[in-house]
C-alpha cells in the first residue's frame, strides 16, 4: 500500500493513494493555510470511523440483519501540548433497521473493534478507544 502526498503550495497538499482517488490536505488559515481540505489528525479520525464502519456493515451483512442506515460519530480529545496526540477516541454507531437483533449489533461493534478494525487496533496501543452503539427502528 502506497500513498503520495504533493504540496501545493502554502500548507494544501494533494493526496493520492493506490486506489486512485484523490484528496486535498490544508490547515487552519491561522497558521498559514487556506482551509481548503481535510486536516491530517480529521483524517485519522474518518480513517478509524470509516474502517469500523465498513467491518460493522460487512458483519451485520452477513448475519442477515435488515440494516436501512449507519452512522458513526467519533469524537477525539486531543492533548493540550506538543504534540497534541488522540489521548481518547469514542466510536458511536448509529445503526438504523427493521428488526435488528441488538446481540447481533453488538457482535458486530465488538468484533470491529477487537479483531478486524486495523486502524483503531493499531491506535490501542496509545489511545483509549472506546465504542458504543444506538439501534434506531427504520420507518
Known sequence: MKATIDWQGQLQFSGTADSGHQLTI?????????????????MILLGVGGCSAMDVMHIL?????????????VDGT????????????????????RDLNDKHVARAVQLSAEKYCSASIM????????H????????
Do not use: W
Not at 33 to 41: K, L, T, V, Y
Open 132 to 139: 458504543d452503539y444506538t439501534i434506531e427502528t427504520a420507518d
Open 26 to 42: 490544508d490547515g487552519p488559515p491561522d497558521i498559514g493555510g487556506e482551509n481548503a481540505g481535510f486536516r491530517p489528525m480529521e
Open 61 to 73: 451483512k452477513k448475519s442477515r440483519q435488515d440494516v436501512t442506515g449507519c452512522r458513526i460519530e
Open 78 to 97: 486531543r492533548a493540550s501540548t506538543d504534540p497534541k496526540v488522540f489521548t481518547d477516541i469514542h466510536l458511536q454507531f448509529f445503526v438504523s433497521g
Open 123 to 130: 491506535l490501542q496501543e496509545s489511545v483509549n478507544l472506546t
